[in-house]
């Protein structure tokens, strides 16, 4: 059970920060916009979407293994 209240107060906590400073998650989050677009700009939408979905499933996995 303590497990699963400390992803909530990191879930809550990260929520804050967005609402709190949208800047940082912008900064945060540009790189990975960056590298889509240009990915989406040589190749096609299909293959940006792919490459999305392995780094969503890389973190997945990455997070379950830190654990």
């Given amino acids: 059970m303590a497990g ?3 992803d909530r107060v990191r879930a809550r906590s990260a929520w804050e920060t967005v609402k709190e400073s ?3 998650t912008a900064i945060a989050v ?3 916009v960056l590298v889509l677009g240009v990915v989406w700009a040589l190749t096609n939408g299909f293959v ?3 490459l999305l ?5 890389g973190i997945v996995i990455g997070g379950k293994l830190l654990k």
């Fill in 53 to 57: 979905a392995l780094l969503g499933v």
């Fill in 30 to 32: 540009a790189p990975v």
């Fill in 48 to 50: 940006a979407f792919v």
């Fill in 4 to 6: 699963k209240d400390i």
């Fill in 22 to 24: 949208p800047v940082i």
